[in-house]
């Protein structure tokens, strides 16, 4: 069974671009997170969503966006790209929302802001 | 506002010992705990999830152990080899939030030398 795909893996931007990540989660999967992973902040938690549905959003700039499509994939968007916005992109998935799923995460986006 | 914090921020022992790393959480209204493993430029390993009603979980070398009431989780490793490298990392679900919106420590990297 594949697991989560990130994609891509490595983006370069300048300050002011957006950006779009790529998350598509095991086969099956219907819930999908995004976290942020920065050296000074560790993960933070960025949104999740199921069926379609944003189900929590962390306390990020409007800046940030995402989406998910019927066949569960997910996007996020950054627009006005800032040079914090430098980071890991981690996507999760699990199988639903219940409380005993385990999280399975991609190998992330890693975003550098010049 | 739900805090955890894993302590040391570094560990470094010879092959063979047998470790403890440990997880505290500054609130108890959580549904479970989830120990992970991330690798250098990875992302991450779902280690074991431990329900809000359980005491212990067990995989193989490792056993993490969960005491709701003091807030504390330990994540203990048997028999460390070199290829247990790697930081480890403990996050929360809280009640209140998503299954999918984990709040994570900042981990402690293990380094185990032949």
């Known amino acids: 069974k594949a697991g989560v795909t990130q994609t891509p893996r490595y983006l370069i931007k300048t300050r002011g671009q957006q950006v779009t990540l790529s998350c598509s989660p095991i086969?099956?999967?219907?819930?999908v997170s995004w976290y942020q992973q920065t050296p000074g902040q560790g993960l933070q938690f960025l949104f999740e969503y199921f069926s379609e549905t944003q189900r929590n959003k962390g306390n990020f700039p409007g800046r940030f966006s995402g989406r998910q499509f019927s066949n569960s994939r997910s996007e996020m968007n950054v627009s006005t790209l800032e040079l914090g916005d430098s980071a890991l992109y981690l996507c999760?998935?699990?199988?639903?929302?219940?409380?005993?799923?385990?999280?399975?995460f991609g190998p992330g986006t890693r975003l550098t802001v010049l | 506002k739900q805090e955890v914090t894993q302590i040391p921020a570094a560990l470094s022992v010879p092959e063979g010992e047998n470790l403890v790393l440990n997880c505290s959480f500054t609130d108890s209204a959580i549904y479970n705990l989830q120990w992970f493993r991330q690798d250098p430029g990875k992302g991450l390993t779902s280690l074991l999830l431990?329900?809000?009603?359980?005491r212990e979980q067990t995989s193989g070398r490792l056993n993490a152990s969960l005491d709701k009431s003091s807030g504390r989780s330990t994540l203990y490793i048997a028999a460390s080899q070199p290829g247990d490298s790697a930081t480890y990392l403990c996050?929360?679900?809280?009640?209140?939030?998503?299954?999918?919106?984990?709040?994570f420590g900042k981990g402690t990297k293990l380094s185990v030398k032949p």
């Open positions: 086969s099956g999967h219907r819930s």
């Open positions: 431990i329900q809000s009603s359980q």
């Open positions: 999760a998935s699990s199988r639903g929302v219940e409380t005993g799923d385990t999280q399975y």
């Open positions: 996050a929360v679900a809280p009640r209140g939030g998503s299954q999918g919106n984990l709040i």
